[in-house]
């Protein structure tokens, strides 16, 4: 099948895929250029294939062709890909594992895909996303994992429930503070097994009813005079070193 | 003295330095917010400041007042601040110190940023950046430094003249791989007293002509499956690395 027109039902649903409103009402969203797409049918996300007519590709999923305009308007990039991928969202694991990260607000789309390569890297186990959180499928966040995120447990939720539910299965909810934290580099082996990582928003950091509910503060030692790290950076070396052996 | 017309050859001249070309030409910048304003008075380079009329500042400097138009078109924020500071350009120290980072090619005015961050909290020397790199003066950068790459010593130039310099000083020049190079955490203390790690491109990594010259490679423990983490992780994760006792 060729698409030409912009007023095609799949062509509409697919720019609408760009809000997260649609994306949460249609539980799909929208992927563009060819490593995405691959990504994407790895992981068995792949619904449906939109390509360029005459564009070929391997891949064994449904095909519809659209012409060099549809292109155009899908795109988000300055030089347009050939192919997207439709794509459903993938499903949360309720099972969150031994090793969690937890982030509170964090809204820059970048961050949160360094924070999502990062906790690949670094044996995360899920990575939860509170209520606050720049949207998992917003287009910059997927570019900035480079497909990482469609292989990992990621859930998205209220915090204070799941960290009610975490204390349960005694596991230790850690924050970060400076003045009475403890200097990563002195976790145990035991610290490191079994943890939920809390971090918080660029400038606010983490909310209060979550630090108070903390059992255990930890820090990175730098130079005093620097106010913080970025967010990403600060996340990545606490991981690097939770997965220290 | 109060500016209401975008005529205005001092505000001509403002907008002009948006364009690396121009920041060049004058060796000034533009930063815009009262953080950045001080920052820029505690590190001497504010040479002027530029404020809304009936506002009032605190520093000791020239001041310009100007219209709500002219504020509207100096702004690069979607909420302009109130006031901006035209600076200088800091001086390059040519005495690079024992701890240097050398950027080959790193291109996103964010990862220039969360690396300047990571260098001052890690104890760097020196920042280079090579021919390629993203502007130091970029109004991006400054905004993700927040000021600190005011306070640090950062110089610009030709990678392969200042790598000669540093050999003929003795200086370990480092570059990273995974497959033949050493995990960082077996680096000595005299590994860490003086060297120049060099973190290149954020797709196409260093330059080959300044791999075959390093002396050493070294590389981050990570699960395998992982391509690569973002550059501004990877150069703070090895700062970190290079900075514990």
Known sequence: MLITSLENDKIKKCLKLRDKKYRDLYNEFLVEGEHLVIEAYRSGLLEEILI???EVTILDAP??????DIIKALSTLETPSHIFGLCKKKEENNDLGKRILMLDRVQDPGNIGTIIRSSKAFGIDTLVLGEG???LYNEKVIRS??????HMNIVTGNLMEIIKDLKD????ILGTNVEYGE???NLTSRDKECFCLV??????GVSKEILDICDKFIYIEMDSHVESL??????????YELNRK
């Open 133 to 135: 959180c720049c949207d």
């Open 52 to 54: 360029l007519e005459d």
């Open 183 to 185: 200097d990563i580099r």
């Open 169 to 172: 299965k005694e596991i230790p």
């Open 199 to 204: 971090m918080g928003n660029e400038g606010r």
């Open 230 to 239: 970025n967010v990403g950076v600060a996340t990545s070396i606490l991981l």
């Open 145 to 150: 994992t480079q497909g990482n995120g469609f």
């Open 63 to 68: 095909i519809t062709y659209v012409s060099n």
